[in-house]
């Protein structure tokens, strides 16, 4: 049962928040003053607070703060009969999770308080088998984009709809992929990750479909793919961008009414498997290369979630270092306290390319070397030092900024076009002859999958590589 504190100076307000919120189910306790509130909150834990703004002794927004202070995860929607923008934003900004104006109705009131309790029990630790281990990994963000990141889950998963979550590596799609599993009514069914881009592309449609003995060289026995392996679970497709098209167009069947055939085999099998999709492509630019079907772009864009960078929401980046300071702590079975004011500053400036992977990585080396009770800059070998990679880097981003000059002066509507499909063709030529025209190493060489090594060959007239 889940707790809510009211806090109001006016005792009608509090009896009737109680008639009408114990009536659903809820516990609930009040406080008359902000100073209640905050020992109250103490004492008994509650999951949510409800708070009026104007109260005597200590106002609504002090006692927010004081609270976000001591209960950082504490959820508080904000009320008041006077409102202004200018405290609407205070309140936000002071983490109020919402801020509502009397009088509201019921409706609107309950409405919010079941998604901010949503939004709390999606944000508690996810576990592959929801043992609700401390170590676990969680959600973090207290930012508007995370907020809404959060209720969308709530909106999306209890229904089996496929959801595709788009954002750069590292921002942790898996994680938000695991959350909606884990408040599915699939929970207790199995839960299967497959990266589309580390199965080598000859074993893929093995991997997803199965295949029949006898289906191709090797075939010594019938194989069950991952589709009948997950029947009745969820499948979590990861860098679905990097899927061949061949195996685009069977995976589109089975999104459309859940049939499927073996490798080699003539029997349609029926399976029922919700998918989740994962991308840090641009899908939209790879169909219109004709490398992503369009039928299946648009089977998958239904319900589309986005997870901003994490230089995109720097009001979540103290909340991530907390987190994973407490789980390196009890890991580690450290007592680190927190960051210095200045690695905390170089932190906020830094951009994280390698987003919240990157941050935890960092975090984990610093408790790993740290032996006082505070991290430093030295101990996470903070900033990251320059190396001869990064000199030689910087070389070519000077010979690259010379021939774009040269693009530039010469100008033309297609120059952009021009200029990327020079520096490919040369990229691909001369990594064919680094690897003496093996097109299997080339491709792992370069990053690319065996078949679209094959189009930048074959798509680029006159340009003399080997097809091997």
Not at 200 to 223: I, Q, R, V, Y
Not at 350 to 377: F, H, T
Not at 410 to 424: L, Q, T
């Amino acid at each position: 049962m889940d707790k809510i504190l009211v806090v109001d100076d006016e005792k009608g307000v509090c009896y009737s928040f109680k008639k009408i919120l114990g009536r659903l189910g809820y516990d609930v306790i009040t406080a008359g003053n902000g100073l209640e509130a905050i020992e109250r909150a103490g004492k008994d834990s509650p999951s949510l607070v409800v708070m009026d703004v104007s109260m005597p002794q200590m106002d609504g927004l002090e006692t927010l703060q004081r609270l976000k202070s001591l209960h950082p995860e504490l959820i508080v929607i904000m009320m008041t009969a006077h409102s202004t923008s200018d405290r609407a934003i205070t309140a936000m900004k002071f983490g109020a999770y919402d801020y509502l104006t009397k009088p509201f109705d019921n409706a609107q009131l309950i409405s919010v308080i079941e998604k901010a309790l949503m939004d709390k029990r999606i944000s508690t630790p996810v576990t592959f088998d929801d043992t609700g281990d401390e170590k676990g990994d969680r959600i973090i963000g207290r930012s508007p984009a995370m907020l809404e990141i959060f209720k969308k889950i709530g909106q999306v998963s209890e229904s089996d709809v496929t959801v595709l979550i788009r954002g750069e590596t590292g921002t942790g799609k898996e994680l938000l992929a695991r959350a909606i599993y884990h408040h599915s009514k699939r929970v207790n069914k199995p839960f299967l990750p497959v990266n589309c881009a580390a199965i080598p592309e000859n074993l893929l449609e093995s991997e997803l479909f199965g295949h029949e003995k006898g289906a191709f060289t090797g075939a010594d026995n019938k194989k069950i793919g991952k589709f009948e392996q997950c029947s009745t679970g969820t499948m979590f497709l990861d860098e679905i961008g990097d899927m061949p098209l061949s195996i685009q167009a069977k995976w589109l069947r089975v999104l459309q009414d859940g049939c499927f055939q073996r490798l080699g085999g003539k029997e349609t099998i029926k399976t029922d498997v919700r998918i989740i999709a994962a991308t840090n492509k641009n899908l939209e630019e790879l169909r219109d290369e004709k490398k992503f079907r369009d039928d299946l772009y648009w089977r998958l864009n239904v319900v589309s979630i986005f997870i901003p960078p994490l230089r995109e929401r720097p009001e979540d980046l103290d909340l991530l270092v907390r987190y994973f300071i407490k789980r390196f702590n009890l890991e580690f079975s450290k007592e680190v306290k927190g960051l210095s004011p200045d690695l905390l500053k170089k932190f906020l400036k830094y951009p994280w390319p390698g987003n919240v992977r990157e941050l935890q990585s960092v975090i984990q080396r610093g408790m790993l070397l740290c032996q006082k009770d505070v991290l430093s800059a030295d101990d996470c070998e903070w900033p990251p030092k320059e190396t001869v990679s990064d000199n030689k880097t910087k070389d070519i981003e000077k010979m690259l900024s010379d021939a774009a000059d040269e693009f530039l002066k010469r100008g033309g509507a297609n120059i952009y076009k021009e200029a990327v499909a020079v520096f490919e063709r040369l990229l691909v030529k001369q990594a064919m002859e680094m690897n003496r025209n093996n097109q299997v190493l080339t491709a792992k060489f370069l990053g690319i999958s065996r078949n679209t090594l094959r189009e930048k060959i074959d798509d680029k007239p006159g340009n003399n590589l080997p097809k091997k």
